[in-house]
């Protein structure tokens, strides 16, 4: 093929695959709760799907292609890798009023997703990617206990808002095996997400005012402030430090034991992830520049904050777009 004929056909490539990038990330992600992981997964859909598109006849839709090209390259990953996960899919609470410091850098560990990298998509079917409930942190960790058949079904189907029809092309099942795959799928995620009403979010005036009275209180080192703004019981992890904590009382110590003391030592500055309120935490450090600390992923209810993800992981802020010394 001659050079112009390559590079017209490159640009068309691009212009036809570009629009499903983000929702093909987001997907990536939710099946495999990386998204570092996720992003160089895409990256190498991309290049399958250049190499294979000249011979790409169109029997089904670009997007359908592009997302057996990614789920084949997902379901290979998995075979691959362990399960990610939380620190409270270890094991039961700490008791300890003296939190450990010490990480588990062994255990594969789940991470956030920052929303800006799937932007606002207004129309359908792309809106229903960046759907909020589709990309809970809670579903997420979830979804890493299914096998990964189930995992892209009950995110093809339930999600996604796929057909049987559809998903069963698409993994070469049949429509009987992808309902009774989906009905296993939901009863073990029935077992392992909290129910929608638990996590009902306040109205926006409601959660901006919570969300507000959360910075001030941390910031200014206030623990009963924000104790007082946690449900009786909340749970707060700090993956990859395997140890976490709930209720008041024992959130109340942890924070006593890590937090700086008195104003000035912390900044949170306001984000979004996985359709949550999030923070991006910066530590003062000797130096007298904040410097990044954590991704805080809350979930918020009517009744208070029930949970808080702190990812203690500098590489995410990247993702987030956001520098790691706070101007």
Not at 206 to 229: G, Y
Not at 270 to 299: C, K, W
Request: glycine fraction near 4%.
């Amino acid at each position: 093929m001659k050079t112009d004929e390559r590079n017209a056909e490159a640009e068309e490539f691009a212009r036809l695959t570009d629009p499903f990038r983000r929702e093909l990330l987001a997907y990536s992600y939710r099946m495999l709760g990386s998204v570092h992981d996720a992003e160089d997964l895409v990256q190498e859909v991309y290049l399958r799907a250049w190499r294979s598109y000249a011979a790409f006849e169109a029997r089904a839709s670009l997007r359908t292609w592009l997302y057996r090209i990614a789920t084949n390259a997902c379901l290979n990953a998995l075979e691959h890798s362990s399960r990610r996960v939380l620190p409270s899919g270890l094991a039961a609470p700490s008791d300890d009023p003296e939190p450990t410091s010490v990480r588990a850098p062994e255990v594969t560990w789940l991470e956030p997703f920052a929303e800006r990298l799937i932007g606002r998509v207004p129309e359908d079917p792309a809106a229903v990617v960046v759907s909020r409930a589709g990309l809970r942190l809670a579903l997420i960790a979830a979804l890493q206990y299914l096998p990964g058949q189930q995992r892209a079904v009950v995110i093809l189907r339930d999600v996604l808002a796929w057909s049987a029809a559809e998903v069963a092309e698409l993994l070469g099942m049949t429509n009987a095996g992808v309902n009774s795959t989906l009905l296993r799928a939901r009863s073990r995620l029935a077992r392992l997400v909290p129910a929608s009403d638990e996590i009902t979010e306040p109205d926006e005036p409601a959660q901006r005012e919570l969300l507000d009275r959360f910075v001030k209180a941390f910031e200014a080192a206030d623990i009963p402030a924000i104790t007082q703004l946690l449900t009786e019981h909340a749970a707060w992890e700090m993956p990859p430090i395997p140890r976490w904590f709930t209720g008041r009382d024992a959130i109340g110590r942890l924070l006593a034991a890590r937090l700086s003391s008195g104003p000035g030592g912390n900044r949170l500055v306001p984000t979004r992830a996985n359709g949550q309120p999030a923070f991006a935490m910066y530590l003062r450090r000797e130096d007298g520049l904040l410097h990044a600390h954590s991704i805080q992923v809350l979930t918020v209810t009517r009744s208070g904050i029930v949970h808080i993800s702190s990812f203690l992981d500098e590489t995410l802020f990247d993702h987030f777009d956001l520098p790691l010394i706070h101007p």
